[in-house]
């Protein structure tokens, strides 16, 4: 082989390793960050984020995509399903909410909470399909009403 395509393969190697490391290894780093003694950059209640996200999306995923939000809500539902731990709070209207992603360390917390019970969820927020997504959420606090 030439010295010439030796340094024209080398060139393209490392330009393939640099494109993985700018594009891709962010897409794993954020889900994995262990939020628990993060400081939330926003507290609200489930219903008003819910709002927020159906008034104007672009200016709410300004706002709470990819930062770690704290959410205070009415469990709407707990679910155990294809190996991920969820729980949904309500939202303003029936059909949108707040499912949040529990990160495994919470799932005994999770198994012990009812429907309609009122708790607090800080997790990292991931934007809005038909509901807002929080990821790896950690429990903060049950409060029985």
Known sequence: MSKNKIIIT???????????????????KDTNTN????????????KDLVNAYL????????????KVIEISGKVKSV??????????????????GVICDVHPSQVPK??????????????????FLKDVILLNCYIETQINE
Do not use: H, W
């Open 35 to 46: 939020i628990k003694n993060v400081t939330s950059e926003a507290n609200l209640d489930s």
């Open 110 to 127: 999770l198994k012990l909470l009812k429907i309609n019970q009122k708790i607090m969820v800080k997790g990292i927020c991931k934007g």
């Open 10 to 28: 080398l060139t393209i190697f490392i330009l393939a390793i640099v494109t993985v490391a700018v594009f891709v290894m962010p897409y794993f």
């Open 55 to 66: 008034v104007n999306e672009k200016e709410s995923n300004t706002t709470y995509t990819g």
């Open 79 to 96: 679910s155990f399903l294809n190996n991920r731990s969820t729980v949904i709070l309500y939202g303003l209207q029936e059909n949108y």
